[in-house]
């Protein structure tokens, strides 16, 4: 049993995964993500939502393989990949996986001190373009990501904050391929972390727990919680901030479908890009950071995350 | 009760014979954030907690 506090019940084992189906199956359905004979690839990190949405949409009957992104995030990337692993050959199914180190020469840690950027930026980057060109590469029809309603609640929520109006407008579970992106879906956009947590415990899906220790006191998690905050003292308030933002804001302010705008090829690559002339950002960020030499995770870390750091692994 | 707390992995004893939410409640964690699976089972946070129970107090967000 678990209690979900928006749906003010206690939920059992058989009525939560009807739940957590029948959202999934909606979220397919209105916003038109794929049909049955789509080949779908998932991106998958070795965490609650990328297992669970593997889980759910192989249950459901469709054709889902995994790519797991080796990021080179020491002890948690290593715990992630043998996870992840697990979990695709204990129920047989197809995983492919790209190491940042082994095939692009460098880590993220090392990126982010090469090119002083914050960890999570040369992550976000490289792991657009890797999942990106491997969707096209090997032929999936669409890419799903296992972003959550806390996780679009918290982008809702930066992007409100900062009026950013682009981003605004472009917040949506799909994204329509375009100017060589492939089309990409985020079937658990209606479902919470808590329900996604609680769907792994029911069906016996070992996951990471732990959160990347690059994750700790960052801006999204800080939007998370404050989310969570205003959730304890008024439950179902983040779902309804996202959920009534795709009903009632969404359509008012998309013209089109959103898509990816990049009408270039880069030189380097070939990905797209806005520009012909130079190498993309994944170059860029490629050709600096394989040229530095490796820098342990710890290294990058702030004070905070650190002392969490050597806390849960332990110190290097 | 042993609870055994994420992040860093940790383990405190507690008093039992008092409901989980309770005990979300004096350790500071919110209870959309965190399921309670006492042992080994999920539980709602309205369940009473007693002496010899073994609950792990999973934090289900995930930054990034
Ligand atoms: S928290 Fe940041 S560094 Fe860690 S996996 Fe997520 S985006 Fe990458």
Redesign the pocket.
């Known amino acids: 049993m678990v209690d979900l506090p928006r749906h003010n019940a206690n939920f059992c084992a058989t009525h939560l995964q009807q739940l957590c189906v029948r959202q999934v199956q909606r979220a397919i359905s209105d916003f038109s993500m794929f049909d049955d004979s789509a080949r779908i690839l998932v991106a998958v ?1 070795g965490g609650k939502d990328s297992l669970a949405l593997w889980d759910m949409l192989v249950e459901l009957g469709y054709r889902a393989d995994g790519l797991y992104i080796g ?1 080179g ?1 020491g002890e948690y990337s290593e715990e992630s990949h043998r996870i992840t692993s697990a979990f695709a050959t204990e129920r047989g199914l197809t995983l492919h996986t790209v190491d940042l180190r082994d095939e692009h020469g460098f880590d ?1 840690p090392t990126a982010a001190r090469a090119t002083r950027r914050v ?2 930026s040369a ?2 980057l490289s ?1 657009r373009h890797i999942f990106d060109r491997e969707t096209t590469r090997l032929g999936y029809d669409v890419l799903a990501t296992g972003h959550n309603l806390d996780d679009e609640a918290a982008v809702l929520l930066g992007n409100t904050i900062r009026w950013d109006v682009d981003y605004l407008t472009r917040q949506y579970p799909v994204l329509e391929a375009g100017h060589g992106f492939p089309r990409k879906v985020k079937p658990l956009a209606r479902l919470t972390e808590r329900e996604m947590a609680a769907w792994c415990v029911i069906r016996g899906i070992d996951y990471v727990v732990e ?5 700790i006191g ?1 801006r999204h998690s800080g939007y998370k919680e404050t989310l969570n905050e205003m959730d304890e003292r008024s439950p179902g308030t983040k779902a309804s901030f996202y959920l009534g933002f795709l009903d009632r804001m969404a359509p008012l302010i998309r013209s089109t479908p959103a898509s990816q705008g990049a009408p270039e090829a880069c030189p380097s690559c070939g990905a797209p890009s806005s520009s012909s002339e130079t190498p993309c950002a994944f170059c860029r960020l490629e050709s600096t950071a394989s040229a530095h030499e490796p820098v342990p995770v710890r290294m990058v870390l702030n004070r905070t995350a650190r002392r969490a750091f050597d806390a849960q692994w332990g110190e290097e | 009760m042993i609870v055994r707390l994420r992040q860093p992995r940790r383990e405190v004893e507690m008093a039992g014979g008092r409901a989980a939410y309770a005990v979300l409640h004096d350790l500071g964690l919110s209870r959309e954030g965190h399921l309670i699976i006492r042992n080994g089972t999920l539980v709602p946070s309205d369940t009473m907690l007693e002496d010899g129970d073994v609950v792990e107090i999973r934090p289900v967000i995930s ?2």
């Open positions: 990190s990021l995030i993220i960890p999570c992550c976000g792991k959160e990347c220790p690059m994750a960052n | 930054g990034g």
